[in-house]
């Protein structure tokens, strides 16, 4: 079992930066694939940017340039530094993890925190 915990959330203006943190804890010699999701109020949950143990990044098109996801492997944590905020990316941010290499949907995630909330006022 792995454990995530997220922290970092808070409200910022738009334009405004904020980081993410998440540790991870127990059978974390097993986690592959980490990444931060997000998920707005009426919307379905959806992936941010990922990274795998190696460095390979993926990021949703809506954040390239602007979102920076980065990995500690010996820390187990993972850290998500978010700049040029705008009002569209107030969600409730989850930290994720998979020991496999299946996927980066939602469903392919083995391990899930509780989620950390960012509000982008305008």
């Known amino acids: 079992q792995v454990q995530l915990v997220e922290s970092g959330g808070g409200l910022v203006q738009a334009g405004g930066s904020l980081t993410l943190s998440c540790a991870a804890s127990?059978?974390?010699?097993?986690?592959?694939?980490m990444g931060w999701y997000r998920q707005a109020p009426g919307k379905q949950r959806a992936l941010v940017a990922t990274?795998?143990?190696?460095?390979?990044?993926n990021y949703a098109d809506s954040v390239k340039g602007r979102f920076t996801i980065s990995r500690d492997n010996a820390k187990n944590t993972v850290s998500l530094q978010m700049n040029s905020l705008r009002p569209e990316d107030t969600a409730v941010y989850y930290c994720?993890?998979?020991?496999?290499?299946?996927?980066?949907?939602?469903?392919?995630?083995?391990?899930w925190g509780k989620g950390t909330l960012v509000t982008v006022s305008t």
């Open positions: 994720a993890a998979q020991t496999g290499l299946v996927g980066l949907s939602v469903g392919a995630m083995d391990y």
């Open positions: 990274i795998t143990k190696l460095g390979n990044t």
């Open positions: 127990g059978s974390t010699s097993n986690i592959n694939v």
